[in-house]
């Protein structure tokens, strides 16, 4: 009975480690990659810095899966100068944060600045 | 005697659930490492298309490239405007190496370095397995060249010149009467529309070892040089521009014989983490 008991709390000890996956951000943080990329490819984010208005963002943004909330941000020498946020939703917390870096070409000069993506699922 | 059976069974019992168990865990702590791992990989690759794309827009540039099975060729294509419309485009490019090195990199928590100096000092990108060099003067982009390489059978470029073209000197090329090694085709047109001919044609032969040369004047100042084939200091099959005080939208297209997979690669070493390459433009 002894060995039983002993053995059975060692397999309740181990069993108690089990959880249940919740939320797995990896697919998440996929797509906001490919996001933002498509963002900078398709010169969204440069169109954004160099006209002051986050109109593009904000429907970019509404174009998301309808499972994900998310909000963008623009940065230059590390402030933030662009905000974008999804409409009809908000994070609490995010659960995948990305950035990726930019350049935006004005007239005979450029600055470097980069977008900063927060997204969660709804 | 029956107690004793029961104990054998249900510890038996306990004893695969404890196996079950203890498998479980160990294949979740393994597939934590791995998801570690990868993502440490993904981010450093993620970062690297990052800084390509970053690349070809301060470089004011873009590159792609397709394969024609059909005829065995390999077709790389090239966009770009020369000089630099950049005031400073040193300054501008360090301004931009330092920004990933220190803002970014902070942002980001990884370590990013960027070793441009051998690429400052010429400026170029690589065609593999091709050895054809796409290359400039300096970040000023004042002078535009393609190496020879014996893969190329065609250059095609479409020039388009903020000046207008009122003469052009082009005694110093000859459009061969029989087909060579080398095709070129040149698509120039001026600020006001009109198309810029060369000894009355745009495309034809040419020899590939000697040299073939033609200036466009503007007016009312400025001239553009263009010199192919056998161009000093370049070999045989190179293509060479020399804007002087105009500017010229370039969409060249080089055919190359064979269907290899290829990269366009930058000689500039980026380390991200652990994670080391010459910047890739393209693979494929």
């Known amino acids: 009975m002894l060995v039983s008991a002993l053995i059975m709390t060692s397999a309740l000890a181990l069993v108690s480690k089990f959880e249940a996956q919740l939320e797995n951000a990896r697919p998440l943080e996929d797509l906001s990659a490919d996001f933002l990329a498509m963002l900078e490819k398709g010169g969204t984010l440069e169109d954004a810095a160099v006209s002051g208005g986050n109109g593009g963002l904000i429907a970019a943004l509404g174009e998301l899966p309808p499972s994900v909330c998310g909000h963008l941000q623009l940065y230059e020498n590390g402030t933030v100068v662009m905000q974008a946020n999804r409409t009809g939703c908000a994070c609490d917390t995010d659960l995948v944060v990305m950035r990726r870096t930019f350049v935006a070409r004005e007239d005979s000069t450029e600055k470097e600045m980069y977008a900063r993506f927060g997204g969660c699922y709804t | ?284």
């Not at chain 2, 800084?51 to 827009?57: L, V």
């Not at chain 2, 690589?126 to 020879?148: A, D, F, H, R």
Request: net charge negative.
């Open chain 2, 1 to 284: 005697m029956k107690g004793f059976v029961f104990t054998i069974i249900f510890g038996l019992l306990f004893f695969l659930l404890l196996l079950d168990a203890s498998i479980y865990v160990s294949s979740r702590e393994g597939a934590a490492v791995r998801q570690a791992t990868y993502g440490r990989v993904d981010r450093a690759g993620y970062a690297m298309d990052d800084f390509a794309t970053d690349f070809m827009g301060v470089m004011e540039f873009s590159a792609s490239s397709d394969k024609l099975n059909s005829s065995n060729k390999t077709r790389v294509a090239f966009s770009d405007t020369i000089p630099s419309l950049l005031a400073f485009p040193g300054t501008e490019f360090g301004q931009w190496t330092e920004f990933i090195e220190n803002d970014f990199s902070n942002a980001t928590n990884q370590n990013i370095t960027i070793n441009y100096t051998d690429f400052q000092l010429s400026p170029r990108l690589l065609v593999t397995p091709y050895n054809l060099t796409y290359g400039y003067s300096s970040l000023g982009k004042n002078e535009l060249y393609l190496n020879g390489s014996a893969q190329v059978s065609n250059y095609s470029i479409l020039i388009h010149l903020n000046r207008d073209i009122n003469a052009t000197d082009d005694s110093g090329w000859a459009w061969s009467g029989s087909a060579t090694p080398l095709y070129v085709s040149l698509n120039i047109t001026d600020n006001e529309g009109e198309q810029i001919l060369v000894k009355n044609q745009t495309s034809g032969y040419i020899s590939p070892s000697s040299l073939d040369r033609v200036v466009l004047l503007g007016d009312p100042s400025g001239n553009l040089t263009i010199e192919a084939g056998s161009v000093s200091g370049y070999g045989n099959s190179s293509l060479h521009l020399v804007p002087l005080g105009l500017s010229a939208r370039l969409n060249t297209t080089v055919l190359l014989n064979g269907t290899p997979e290829m990269a366009i690669t930058v000689p500039m070493l980026v380390t991200v983490d652990e994670q080391q390459s010459n910047l890739i433009l393209y693979r494929g």
